[in-house]
């Protein structure tokens, strides 16, 4: 029970290898300034874990930590912005409402007596709803004030991250609750044997409870990090935290049966997957190798253990625990393990220490080469790897890099996810790219680290989506929100010769670009088509089969619709598809999509006309912009440039104009391919 | 037949091939059974019913007869109107009035045990083992096992009946064979046998073990019950008084109800009436921490399950029970709990290299000191004992006797629950006996003998 | 069955409400659409009842099923038959089910452990080699089987009342079925039975993954092109339908009827949701508070099996 096991040695001989191995392939990897930033990342993740480590000792689970960092960062933003809190009082009763969630579990576990995982998936679904009802899963809150984003942009000294602190505390109360007081005594034994614990007059059901309601507590501090680390609270906050925390727990050593686990284990699994998530970053490597391999090392370590248990004692109870949680055979002690870890640090530090030297004075020796023949690394991305829209992007930035013999980093999050953007761009930071070129997908919390670059001599441009005016040199602009909505909302017009009711299907109810194209789109409708109605707005979650399903029920409700809008690149084929089967030729589709998505569609007549803009032309002018940023070539004041096959490209302030939204038909979607 | 602890039960499992024998040999039919394991004794038609039914609590009766003896092909058609049909000729053949098609786990003990023997039956078995089949039946029920088990006989099947109630045996065995600690003390027939003899027989010992009872001053009462019941474990109208200094043994054959005492009164599950007075005051105990703080304390029966915590070492072990007390701060003292763990080790008598080590490495004897040691670290006034030396080796034994001389003689109240009668006699001040879940006689020291307290354990409620 | 009645109760209330407050809930097409959409969530669910009634989990299923998805389409598009098409991805499925089954079943990792693993290496694999990029220009003979959108849609809804069928006759027809329910009731007591518990824990494994494949396929036969990411948020709502249904977590207990009920249940909702005009972001919410009520419902008269077995779980 309380001394380490293998598991930990084994963890801390991983931890080195991702150290040295990062150390040669990652860039800046092993540098104070960076380990500064792994902790930062860490810190919304390891409160989650650490609250999450007692009640997986006690044997339970708690799935919906991810869900109540959502809500409580939502009500945090609704007292401070629409009831006016001060921000102290707000962050009071930020984690009051933990504490309450936290209880809900509880009592649901404790008097109900129903098993955690299926309590615990159910509040995972009830607190993310109502964190999303509560916004109507798109109001943002932001421009909270300096001294509470300090909390987690800014640096104590001018290296560390404040957050640290919070971490650490976290990591104290836990460690001293959970190894060194009498409840966490308690604990260990409900673990191991409830009954047992019973029979010795311990209070199980309340502990138990206890641990739960700390865990609400400490998921809303996560949120309160979170919230500050990149300012902007909404009800997206934390989504699937929960697995990885898991993760880092499981990963730690802590026996998901109960009745085994520590403090510093957890923080060893923390370390190791966010280490691996940054060093992978800054090795350039792809996103979606960091879930693969934390998926393979935490079945190879758990795999491994259980190796080693199944070899010795036979099974003897019947259901719960096959797996005993000790070690008999070789006895570790703490301080065996610390002197461990301290010796792998140590000479991770004069790894770092000389490698560092290295980087530099190879830094040097570029500098001293002419700048136009400098292979300029420049680094693109996109809002999210995975939608269509960006692949095609990516396809001009492959022929522009290939035109310009430069080799450009493809990176950034899966899905949309505003915090993961800080991430990649932080760690480009690290790396020390020359240009950043991201498609934003969050004004308010990517400012903040794009300034930073800016402080750091890294050239910053924004594509597709802008970021705050101050925070980058220049924006491609491809087409405006305005000229977006208003072109869709024209069109719509000219097919329903002006009057008729349409609905929206939209990506996802929290997407910001979304929702500004909507915002113009009942705009243009206020203005120019009194008699156009918008009917109704719903989600698709950028998931072409909830589009379709979403638009079937649709037409059944509101039998009397003419158009359905589709303006996430799935929708519109979503959308297309379910009104084909419906055979309801009176509706039109219309959307902002990808051509080659829709083409079938509109040859068949379903859909009548695609709004986009080439996105091929905007990848490739993303990479000749930033080449010619990092050169010197282009600079404020400037009113054009050169773009390669693009020709001259008009740029107008700190905008550079691609062109208007392009309306896609049957007369020349043929013409395009992408 | 045989008291507890006399070996029945491990006869059982080795004939069943549950367990392997380290000397001797299974003969059946003339053929020598070698190599004996669950499958293999079921293939010869040896079927053991148990006292705790291993039923599948989730499937229904019919199927878990049929699970005990079906074997069909891979994907053939289960036809459940067979599966009912011969679930409700076994259970009528023994007169359970259960429905085929209920869950299991809604069953009563009683009516688990009816399944479990027909299963039994229904595996075709020659030779039937029941260990204390009738604990939970009524008489009517009883009545229609005796007709099974004779037509079974007269079918030239066997059965090996084991029981402690005579009147049973008298009506149902040929032969009786006697088990005492461990060894066939004889086997006549039951023509031949008659009550008195065959309690000399199990009884009859030399108490060679000297259990050091010097009379300690026995002060006042310490622990009253009055009409105590409890619904949920069918104890009632339990009536006892216990005073300090003294030892009150409870004695009784399985299922009278003695452990339920002990737990009603710890709090595990609580009074439903009648009164607990501590020390003259009325007090309610409903849940184990307020009988801790009134001053009882419980080392319970099942030592690996609730007495220890095995996978804790020794010192952590030892201070469960009191984190309260022992760490007033409320923080973990490491270097009190060592030292506490060495003193209760040296105190003790543990054997065991250091009190870090872990107790599932402890036998049995040690693992029940430190059970005993984590609730006298709570300095009880009344201690509750529940076979305080079942699987403990001879020099532990009397260890752990001395010890309770000792908490005696320093005025606590003990009240110790054993099936050992020699245990019973040498240790105990007064004797309670229980039967059917409540005290049915008392007898003070010097009245007490073997024979007296296994009669009254023994006699049938009629 | 208590459970089955209460939630079949509740279903029928919905229904009620939904028949005064909007009617045309009830047309046709809409419940065509609704068991349409969610026929392969009903298959997934039967695997995932095998699976939770020896007492397991098996949260991978999003991502089997989009990496299902995308193989069949591009089996067809290959050129495959589609009856070999169909094979291909039933069989891709289960070996994605039998990897999670080997871990469980014999290197004895706890089932959340492994299929949480799982779920990341299998999702972010197929982010990798795809690139987000969708399968298109499938050839005709792919959507709808080949057949007309009618009959296609005939077919599917077939094949989904015979799957269901064939596993009803299974769980309760034969000795691997009853094996399940015994492995989940008392695994001791079903080793010493003669059952191998190993055994049916892979097995259970496998079928959920093959189920999976067969679903992602009469999923993806509805459409003309595959997305690249489906089956976001599935294993969620499955494991919800089989706990909504009554099935126990503990293993042992549990009916492809309320199984059937669960899906339904669930698959009611958000439709149910748009007719009334509650705005969709509720949803979640209504989600949660129902499977909270459903165990919460059941707890409340809680079984003698449930009390004497639940540990700190």
Redesign the interface.
Known sequence: MLAPRRTEIALAVILALEVALFGVLGQNFLTGANAFEIVRLAVELGLLALALTPIIVTGGIDLSVGSMMGLAAVTFGILWRDHHFPIAAAAVCTLLVGLAGGALNAVVITRFRIAPLIVTIATYSLFRGLAEGLTGALDTFSNFPQGFLFFGQGYLWGVIPPQLFILLIAAVFYWLLLERTIIGRALYAIGLSPEGARYAGIPVQRRIALVYVLSGMWSAVAALVYVAHIGQAKSDAGNGYELLAITAVVLGGTSIFGGSGTILGTLLGLFAIVMLQNGLRLAALPVELSGILTGAVLLITIGLDSLRHLGRAKPQSAKPRTADSTDESIDVKNSQVAVLSAVILAGSLIVAGSNWWLVRSLRDVHATSTPSHRAVQIAVMPKAKGDPYFASCKRGVDDAARELGLDPIWDGPADLDPAKQNEVVEGWITRHVDVIAVSVSNQAAISTVLRKALADGIHVLTWDADAQPDARDFFINQATPQGIGYTLTDEAARLLNNRGEFAIITGALSAANQNEWIKYIRERLAAKYPDLKLVTIRPCDDDRDRAFAETQTLIKVHPELNLIMGIAAPAVPGAAEAIKQSGRKDVKVIGLSLPNLCKPYVHDGVVQAVVLWNTHDLGYLVVYAADALANGKLKRGDTSLEAGKLGKIEVRGDNIILGAPFVFTKQNIDRFDF | MGENGAGKSTLIKVLTGAVTPDEGSIELDGHAVVHNS??HAKALGIAAIYQQP??????SVA?NIA??L?????????D?NERRRRARTLLDSIGAAIDPDA?A??LSMPEQQLVEIARALGARAHYLVLDEPTASLTTREVDKLFDVIRRLRSQQAGVIYISHRLEELFEIADRVTVLRDGAVIETRSMADADRATLIRSMAGREISQIFPKSPAPIGEIALETRGLSCAHNGIHDVNFTVRCGEILGIAGMVGSGRTELAETLFG?NPATGGEILVRGKPVRIS???D??TLGLA?V?EDRR?????????IA?NL???D??GV?AS???NRARERSLGREYVDKLGVKTPSAAA?V??LSGGNQQKVALG?WLLTKPSILILDEPTQGVDIGAKSEIHRLMVELALQGIAIVMISSELPEILGMSDRIGVMRGGTIVGTIHRADATQETVLGIALETAS | MRREWSLAAAYAALLIAMAFIAPGFFAAENIRDMVLANTPVLLIAIGMTLVILTGEIDISVGSQFAIASIAAALFAKSGLPMLAVAAGAIALGWLMGALNGAFVAFLRIPSIVVTLATMAILRDSLRWSRGGAWVQNLPHSFQWFGFSQAGGQAVIVVIGAAVLALFVYLLRWTAPGRAIFATGSDAEAARLAGISVQSVRFHVFAALGALTGFAALLNSVRFEDIQANGGMGLELKVISAVVIGGASVNGGRGTLFGTLLGVALLAAIGPALTFVGVNAYWEKAVQGAIILAAVGFDALGATRGTHARATAH
């Open positions: 669950p499958a291993a039923l599948f609590p989730d499937l199927e699970l005990g079906e074997k069909p092909g891979l994907f053939r058609r289960i459940w869950t786990s809604s595990l849940r184990p921490a009988a801790i419980y319970p399950r609730h007495g220890v915590i095995l996978d804790f070492p952590a201070t469960l029970a984190l309260r760490f409320g923080f973990l872990l599932s490495t984590r």
